[in-house]
């Protein structure tokens, strides 16, 4: 009997067991999800059992969302560049200043030429705008302190710190410059004047410069390229018209040569003598630059210009520059610091190539000036040249002339030969030789 109760009791209980466990699944739903944000995330969901008569705990239920879609970001990287700074340099020192300086500059000619207005005046100005007004010139002129024939002398002694040289006038001292006494129309129409001045230059430091610092000379430039011409006191159109003249000469014997070839008798005389003696009938014209005489005022009396090329005042170059140079005594240029050689030098190129661009211009209103007060020029025929080139005394001038400077211990061969091969070159090749040779200088500052 025992046993049949606990058996029903057994059996009730399994049904109320088997009634909870359908009522507990009936009850647990399967829940939704709530879209998830941008990451993926599993949810585990437990729900509490039910319990009745009997305590059963039910196995827990999984649930797994579903997420959205994450967003697409797109992230802009920002490169940082490194930048390294270029320091800044120190300020350059200030350039040393120039020592003062107290310089003389003799001139046996008045200040009205050349010597001093187209050329000494140009290079004061300009070494006083290299040095900041560190220098003073003080101008002798017209031999009151140097005379025609003292010029060498007193640059070589240190008399003069500059000194306008006539070193044609020492042939002792510079053989060389007996070319400057030359006459050659037919070599001179080659090129023009200003390319003259550029070859004067080039041929004097190619191969004279050495020769002038032997004799306590610095050579400094050249005086350009110089229009020469006959003035007279009666009128010259042809060769035979010269004939009997006396004509001033400043160029030795090889200018006398020429004059012999002409006709003419050579009478030598200074600048300052010339003006007298042509009053006094000793001579009857002379042979030189126009500018010169126009300054001094003694062309009235030879109002007859003979030259070889028309609207020019040209009958032959001045070969050299006639011997005429801007020289400083080598006490004073040895005594320079490498500053004021360089300002010196530079000073130097600027004033030659003045006095070599302006000089045949600055002819050309004298011309028109005389002129108007009269004067004649007269083209000098060259069937009349080309006779008189051919005469003995001409025909081997320049071989002549070169073997006697090399007699007197000169380089007479060299300069010839150098100026006959420049003065068949261009005018741009001058230039550029001319300027190469101006660099050099200042470079080695000599």
Known sequence: MRNKKLALVSICLLLVFAVTLVAACKATPTAKPTPAPTVTATATVTAPPRTATATVTAPPATVTATPAPAPTVTATATATATVTATPTPPPAPPPTPFEKKSWIFADSLAESYEGWRGSA???RDEINRLTNNAVTIDPKFAGSLLGWNDTAPGAAGGLADLVYLNSANFPTWFPPMKLGGMIDPQLSAKVDGETWGYINQILEYELMAEDFYAKRIKFLYSIGGVDQLFFTSKKVARLDDFKGMKLRTYGGEFQAKFYQALGA???PLSVTEYGDALKRGIVEG??????LWYELGVLDATPYYLV???DSTLFSTAFLSAGYLQTMSRKTWDGLSDQWKKAVLQAAKFANQYVTTHWVDEQKPIAEAVKKKGATF?????EDIDTLMKHPNLVNQWNDVAKD???NGGRGTEI??????LSGMSKAQIVDIWQKQWDKRIATLN
Do not use: G, H
Request: hydrophobic share 50%.
């Open 378 to 382: 007269t083209v000098f025929p060259k």
């Open 416 to 421: 010839v030969k150098r100026l006959l091969e």
């Open 286 to 291: 002379n042979f030189s630059v126009l500018a």
């Open 308 to 310: 070889v090329q028309p």
């Open 121 to 123: 005046s140009k290079f």
């Open 405 to 407: 400077i090399d007699k």
């Open 265 to 267: 008798t050579a009478v």
